[in-house]
């Protein structure tokens, strides 16, 4: 009986590619930037799954050239980069990875946020380019976060676990959601709100929606015009949900005190991007999910989504169930 083939767009540990080679013939691209369009293409023509990273583009002309493809399993919980319709359309199932990622994510989220707040990647710049000759009162002042208020737009998973972080430091939790959550309100001593009252009373604001027609561009130069003068804007969701072009005049302007970003429109970020010009920003190369751990969880999920859908079964965390239910018929 002939093997499943499944493409891996890159490497991941060892005996996770081990797993999946016990049951299927498996291909890799072994090296550290993303696949090329024409390699992805050439691999699709013969796959019965996809594992993919959210730097690969899986769209309808590439599922139209891949007529054995049964699964796409992704690296990632966001599943922009796949043309989820599309894949429905065909009974391709697509796969994902929450909720192993959303303390790490979290974690990652409420650091930018001291990082931002207290100048922090700016201050280790002024030490290591030997600028620090004494102590001065006024030396790198930044904001407290102590008591301050948080706005989260997004209360998903990770949206929870940074308010969580925020209650250990006493501040005032405001949300907007696209439905209220009632519960976590209770447990999180958060209010709900609609986004301009958000913006117009947060001391820091944090975007943690996921991509969707109704997100992109979500917070443009209207939005920032809201927010305080002293306010700090972070965002760990993704770039398209915001007007960089509006982002970098705030910034410029001093609309706003701060940012601190994960990720950006385009990734990685060009080298000539006007945000590498101001020095009241904090940019990290979307790193929220980064640990040692919850990488590898990650990719054990998107192993074992794979396989599932390859011996026939429903796969833990499958994005569209339409695609089951008309296999199933």
């Known amino acids: ?19 999946l080679a016990e049951h299927c013939d498996i291909g890799v691209w072994e ?9 992805l293409e050439a691999e699709a023509e013969r796959a019965d ?41 065909r009974g391709i199932l697509v796969t994902n990875t929450p909720g192993v990622l959303t303390e790490t994510t979290a974690d990652l989220a409420f650091a ?49 676990a940074v308010a969580r972080r925020a209650k250990g430091f006493a501040m005032r939790i405001l949300y907007h959601n696209r ?3 009632p519960e976590a309100e209770a447990a999180l001593g958060a209010r709900y709100v609609d986004l301009d009252t958000l913006l117009r009373e ?27 003068e002293t306010a700090c804007f972070i965002n760990v969701s993704r770039g398209q949900t915001v007007d960089e072009d509006a982002l970098v005049r705030a910034l410029r302007e001093r609309k706003i005190w701060a940012a601190g970003l994960d990720v950006y429109r385009e990734e990685p970020l060009p080298p000539d991007h006007p ?16 640990s040692v751990a919850t990488r590898r969880n990650m990719a054990l999920l998107a192993a074992e989504g794979c396989l599932a859908a390859l011996r026939g079964e429903r796969p833990a965390h499958l994005v569209n169930p339409e695609a089951w239910a008309h296999r199933r018929r």
């Open 112 to 160: 930018l946020l001291l990082a931002t707040a207290r100048r922090l990647t700016e201050a280790e710049r002024f030490l290591r380019e030997g600028k620090w000759r004494a102590w001065s009162p006024n030396l790198l002042v930044g904001r407290d976060v102590y008591g301050a208020t948080l706005g989260i737009i997004g209360l998903g998973r990770i949206g929870e």
């Open 275 to 290: 945000l590498l010009e101001l020095d009241n920003v904090v940019l990290l190369p979307h790193i929220g999910s980064a």
């Open 1 to 19: 009986m002939t093997r499943p083939y499944v493409y891996l767009t890159r490497r991941v540990d060892d005996d996770i590619v081990a797993r």
């Open 202 to 228: 947060s001391d820091f604001v944090v975007l943690l929606t996921p991509l969707t027609p109704e997100t992109e561009n979500l917070i443009g130069w209207r939005e920032f015009s809201l927010m305080k």
């Open 179 to 181: 439905r209220r959550r």
């Open 31 to 39: 090296r550290d930037e993303p696949v090329p369009r024409a390699v």
């Open 49 to 89: 799954g996809l594992y993919v990273m959210v730097t690969d583009c899986i769209d309808a002309d590439l599922m139209d050239r891949a007529p054995r493809l049964k699964v796409v399993s992704t690296m990632s919980v966001g599943y922009d980069h796949i043309d989820v319709a599309a894949a429905t359309a």
